[in-house]
């Protein structure tokens, strides 16, 4: 038999979603897999629903259908502070997961290194090693995650091709402060490096932190490709609805890119979601209170049990800090968690490019009634997972 590609020997399958599989085994309350199980606002499903009647069967524009990419161009423009052109300006994808593996095959070359701070939403990893790139970590130091300036510009001196930037990131919660940022830009006009966002919790930050957009930064967005998705902010995960907004002479190749990899997403979908695209205000308000207040609720039931934790600025996951189980291996303990607490996790291992074995990662987009019914069964995780000797 010949062998299989050389690139594919460098990744695992994904531990995230391996959970979820693990956690659906055992009837666990999956708190692994990031999404939601409530419904997505009811103005999305009613128009899906018409959509099946009208003519919507067949593909649409492969960079996105006109009307979305309008939408979205008016929403964009405002939180981002620059009139974004809807034909110039951005590629619609299959999530943003399809919209950073774009941008990476748009900017590097095999070879080329690109910074990524750990810990890290797993796909980079993956995205990088099929793009054939190289990762330079930079490690975020808790409690409060922050990055050493030197380790950074250390890692910019090896000529990075790019820098990924998950704000606010996925899994600690960080939202990177407007300093913060600007000493990346400057980094990055510095050194000549492209920025790739991935900004899907734009619109889950917990008061008194704020959100800004990375190509909103003085000089940014030449050099600045944002990409986000409909995911998280619509409670429409299943959907796969990504973009990418950068300027015209990166989308051009991001167009190609994206059409060669996928042809375009879902039409329906992407009509259904239009009606999203033109909530007003109030709609984001909403969420980012809903999210508040699972988040107050899920924390306080976590304090109450005495788990120490992280405590998010954004986004809405939480790592938890086991180490006084005494688990030599995190994943053997989310297995632990799922099989005898019933509850999914994460392993931090899985983020962190460090040596770390003492964190997983819960998250809180659940119903009230399943963050409840989660925080019942961890009451008695002291009972039920007993003290490893390491
Ligand atoms: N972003 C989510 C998470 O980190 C979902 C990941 C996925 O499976 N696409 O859990």
Known sequence: MPTLSKRTEGFTDSVIRRMTRISNQYGAVNLSQGFPDFEPPRELLDRLAEVTKEDFHQYSITW?????????AQKQSKLMGRTIDPNGEIVVTCGSTEAMMAAMMTVTNPGDKVIVFSPFYEN????????????????????????????????????????????????CGKVFTYDELKAIADLAEK?????????????????????TYFASLPGMWERTISCSSLSKTYSITGWRLGYIIAPPEIIDTAKKVHDFLTVGAAAPLQEAAVTGLLFGEDYYKDLQKKYTEKRDLFLKGLDDIGIVHTVPQGAYYILLDISEFGYES????????????????????????EDVNHLIRLHFAKKNETLYEALNRLKDIRKKISYRKP
């Open 64 to 72: 996105g259908a006109q009307n979305f990419r309008e939408a979205l």
């Open 191 to 211: 050194y000549d490096t492209f920025v790739i966002t991935d900004e899907v919790y734009e619109h889950i930050v917990y008061e008194p932190y704020k959100h």
């Open 124 to 171: 980079y990893g993956a995205d990088t090693i099929l793009s054939g790139a190289e990762p330079i970590y930079v490690p975020l130091y808790p409690p409060e995650f922050n990055f050493s300036i030197d380790e950074l510009e250390a890692a910019f001196k090896q000529k990075p091709k790019a820098l990924i930037l998950c704000n606010p990131s996925n899994p």
């Open 330 to 353: 995190d994943l053997e303990f989310c297995e632990a968690l799922a099989r005898d607490v019933g509850v999914g996790a994460v392993p931090g291992s899985s983020f962190f490019r």
